[in-house]
């Protein structure tokens, strides 16, 4: 019988029970492709990790993402996660203030930054892959209706509903504040056919306000594909910084890049905070990077024959 431990983690949040959970399987070698799937749709989280070695020269490892339904090429709190945990079980030399690795995604290699002033991970820090913007909305009404919204609730013109992708394509729908956003009540069907028009599976909303004096925006992830509400969600967190920023809706100071703090999952109680920075400027979009923090909840094992 073979044995496979897994270490649970709540992700972009400081305290228990926030943020987004994970599952990491940090000694995932042997493990089928439909092993894996299994697993995932067993635990049943937003994802699953698996972490195996990398033929890429450049790579200290390869981490395969799978939500319970399928494998996903890159995912904002699984890549943070899995590397907060291999940091604390030691898999990497830190070396303060920060250390650098590399990991293979389904995107292809890409830099993680683990955060490490005392010598201990406090945050760790993804690259995504460089922003594409994508198909954008042709029917605010019917977009709002899919939400649940109506369509005042959008920005519209101001602000047009786009796809954008630093990795996973996704809708981005800037609306008008944090009421609109509290009364999301999507209609599945609707909102799958728009998305699959669109070549896209999901949907991003987000606001210019935020709950907490030191955030700038917030997020809520809906799809009608995969039928749950995601907490906080790093891919989308990154594409919409670059949304943003390149259409001039945020900016920094002169050449420093553009840096906040983003966030997510108060309406499902379980808040939690994603760090967020772009270099580039309005037209022009570099550097996507999004970071957060963790918590170790705990771990179990799996045996299959």
Not at 31 to 57: G, K, Y
Request: hydrophobic share 40%; proline share 7%.
């Amino acid at each position: 019988m073979r044995q496979y431990t897994y270490h649970w983690l709540d992700v972009f949040t400081s305290e228990p029970f926030g943020g987004n959970p994970l599952a990491v399987f940090p000694e995932a070698e042997g493990l089928s492709d439909v092993e894996m799937q299994n697993i995932a749709r067993e635990l049943n989280l937003s994802e699953t990790t698996f972490v195996l070695a990398s033929r890429q020269p450049l790579a200290q490892c390869r981490v395969r993402i799978f939500t319970s339904i399928n494998e996903l090429p890159l995912a904002g709190h699984p890549v943070v996660g899995t590397h907060y945990l291999l940091a604390h079980l030691n898999r990497y030399s830190l070396q303060p203030p920060v250390t650098r690795i590399h990991h293979e995604l389904g995107v292809g290699v890409l830099p993680v930054d683990l955060i490490c002033p005392h010598g201990r991970v406090e945050q760790v820090r993804m690259t995504q892959a460089s922003p594409q913007f994508l198909a954008r909305a042709t029917d605010l009404g019917e977009l709002a209706a899919a939400l649940g919204l109506s369509s005042g609730d959008l920005l519209g013109d101001e602000a047009w509903p786009q796809v954008v992708s630093t990795g996973v394509p996704q809708l981005m729908v800037p609306v008008r504040d944090l009421e609109a956003l509290r009364k999301i009540a999507p209609n599945l069907p609707a909102l799958r056919s728009l998305c699959d028009a669109l070549k896209t599976e999901m949907a991003y909303v987000f606001a210019l306000e935020s709950f907490g004096p030191a955030s700038r925006t917030h997020g809520r992830f809906v799809s009608g594909h995969y039928h749950f509400e995601d907490p906080v969600t790093g891919s989308a967190s990154g594409a919409m910084g670059a949304y943003l920023v390149y259409y001039g809706l945020m900016s920094g100071n002169g050449e420093a890049p553009v840096e906040w703090i983003h966030e997510q999952g108060h309406f499902m109680q379980r808040p939690g905070r994603v760090y967020i920075t772009i270099h580039g400027e309005e037209g022009h979009v570099e550097t996507v990077q999004v970071a957060g923090d963790a918590v170790i909840m705990g771990k179990g094992e799996i045996f299959l024959d």
